[in-house]
């Protein structure tokens, strides 16, 4: 098992950015899919953006195309996400999710994701 940790999280304004990380430990990320997920307040969780396992393909919600950008640094086993040109909509808390054998067609499904971290709040004023 993997144990994740989240930060970055905090209160900003619209059009500010923030970097959201995500700390691994127990197994490295090298041989898991990452992704992160949003839940609102009284909303569903959703998918927000997601990391193919050998880091070459990338995936995104269409509501932060071209705004938000998930990476993975393996030296520090830390997974992030740039968010930019935040928009109060993306006010949420933020989770990270690893899984083995992630196919394809499920990167963008939380139930195929085994490990999670707490969450980091993200909240954007108007």
């Known amino acids: 098992q993997v144990q994740l940790v989240e930060s970055g999280g905090g209160l900003v304004q619209a059009g500010d950015s923030l970097r959201l990380s995500c700390a691994a430990s127990?197994?490295?990320?090298?041989?898991?899919?990452v992704a992160w997920f949003r839940q609102a307040p009284g909303e569903d969780r959703e998918f927000v953006s997601a990391?193919?396992?050998?880091?070459?393909?990338?995936y995104y919600a269409d509501s932060v195309k071209g705004r938000f950008t998930i990476s993975k640094d393996n030296a520090k086993n830390t997974v992030y996400l740039q968010m930019d040109s935040l928009k109060p909509e993306d006010t949420a808390d933020y989770y990270c999710?690893?899984?083995?054998?992630?196919?394809?067609?499920?990167?963008?499904?939380?139930?195929?994701?085994?490990?999670w971290g707490q969450g980091t709040q993200v909240t954007v004023s108007s």
């Open positions: 999710a690893a899984g083995k054998g992630v196919i394809t067609s499920s990167l963008r499904n939380g139930a195929a994701y085994a490990n």
């Open positions: 990391l193919s396992r050998n880091g070459g393909s990338t």
């Open positions: 127990g197994r490295s990320l090298r041989i898991y899919a």
